[in-house]
């Protein structure tokens, strides 16, 4: 049994070093490596899907799983993750991550091969069954990543790092597009996942000589109970969100998932709780969130997340099904805002050193909730400039309050609670864009399926009933069935618009709600040798 003991925190190294000699630039390169190589199976995966669903003959359901699976696994091992590398060391959990992401990467791709070897598997579930081992791996290496950060950049200068590591993903998310629009059109969907193999290489070979570990200073063992108890509380969560929007929200299939979620949740922090009193080391501290910044730091991000990728889940629709852009073409669209990342997130990690969080994240989310209003009014034909203004827009906007409400999390959690912050920090992100698209996509759905009749006019009177579902249905995805009259095509196109338009209203006010939140935070803790509970 782990008891608790107040843990000495050493005091922050030289400016340029780490506890251990090592330059944490050097350590931020490294750790980096392994999150690209996450962002570029996130931004290439929705440029392939198009193609993985001709090449397979995969529904739309299959597709979705394709996604769903990872988030479900990512999002249920999240916090998990975090504490197994502050028991077990940050970096080697890392380093497991990197090898076992680019392993299933690999796998991936050799989906189609993997089906013929083994009797009664389909190339598209092999494809799902490896994407969920790839949300596994890839909720080891996240926080670890974070983790480690905390660790080489102590006191302020976590702000700096916090801002290039912004930059870096952002010089990821711009390659995605543009690697994998090549990459699709001139070889095949399967090498956007093989291209993980030697960037997952280059990063374990850094990390083993540039990262140094750290890990709680308490001698510890897994809180297994948290960890089932969590894990049922998250599955049930994020599979409520995702089936939703099939089952119904009001259905009591829904409403019994949810009510499980309550169950578990609760039965989870009142275990948590209890495990501190009997003098074991729970799986989340709850002291945790006593810091009132943290707290309000995850709602932020879990807010931030439903208006962002809730409301750009659609945009690869609407490039490539409704404006006919071609994978790279739509690549080149989205462009604009993942190069403004790169330049926009050092300039937030430098701005929240000098004015703060709240000034700096505020306003952040009024550029957001204007970039979304000005997503709303996109047209059907719109240029690139239309759309290049608000994602450039977007980019200022969303970087200060991903870079701020990460430092805020991570950077007020004690050293030795580092993973499991980063851990709160990843699952809040993911909970939050899950509630988005399937909300959101909700939403979208019932405009579409209100407005798409009045777009065919007296036409949709001779179309039967479960004709017209079968519309309203590929309407939500931007495509109507090939070898229908261009009228009908036309309708279904403008009512995806209107879905469109009203999502990103809806995301313009939650930017300017959130905005209010950012009222309440402070910046992250800036002594590290103070005393800490653990356990």
Known sequence: MAHAKAVGVPSPPGPDRTAAGRNPWLVLLAVSLGVIMVMLDGTVVGIANPVIQADLKASL??????????????????????????????????????????????????????????????PVGALIGLRVLQGLFGA??????????????????????MGAWGGIIGLSSAAGPIVGGVLVENVNWESVFFINAPVGIIALVMGIFLIQDNRAQTMARIDWLGVLLLSGAMFSLVWTIIKAPDWGWGDSTTLSFLGAFAVLIGAFVFWQHRAQKLGRQPLVPLSLFR??????????????????????????????????????????????????????????????????????????LLITAFAMFLMSQLSIDA???????????????????????????????????????????????????ALGTAILGAVMAAEISGTLPGHLGPAAQAIPPAQLAGLEKAAAFGAAPPGLPQPIVDAVHHSFMDGMHLAFLVSTGIAVLTALLTLFVKAGRKAEGVQVHVG
């Open 140 to 161: 080891l290496l996240q926080p670890a990543a974070l983790a480690l950060l905390r660790g080489a950049f102590p006191g302020p200068r976590l702000n700096q790092a």
């Open 61 to 122: 359901s299959d597709l979705q799983w394709v996604t769903s699976g990872y988030l479900l696994a990512l999002a249920v091992f999240l916090i998990t993750a975090g504490k197994l590398g502050d028991l077990f060391g940050h970096k080697r959990v890392f380093l497991i991550g990197v090898a076992g992401f680019a392993i299933t990467s690999v796998g991936i791709g050799l989906s189609a091969e993997l089906a013929g070897v083994i009797p009664g598997l389909s």
């Open 383 to 433: 240029s690139f400039l239309a759309s290049a203004i608000p994602f450039v827009l977007l980019a200022f906007g969303m970087s200060p309050v991903f870079v701020g409400a990460t430092e805020i999390i991570v950077g007020n959690a004690p050293l030795e609670l580092s993973g499991v912050a980063g851990g709160v920090q990843q699952s809040a992100m993911q909970v939050g864009g």
């Open 291 to 364: 810091n009132v910044s943290i707290s309000i730091g995850t709602v932020l991000m879990m807010m931030v997340a439903f208006a962002m990728f809730g409301a750009m889940f659609f945009l690869g629709f609407f490039f490539q099904g409704v404006h006919g852009l071609s994978p790279l073409e739509a690549g080149l669209r989205m462009l604009p805002m993942s190069a403004g990342m790169i330049v926009a997130s050092p300039l937030a990690g430098l701005a929240i050193g000098r004015l703060g969080p709240k000034i700096t994240m505020a306003a952040g």
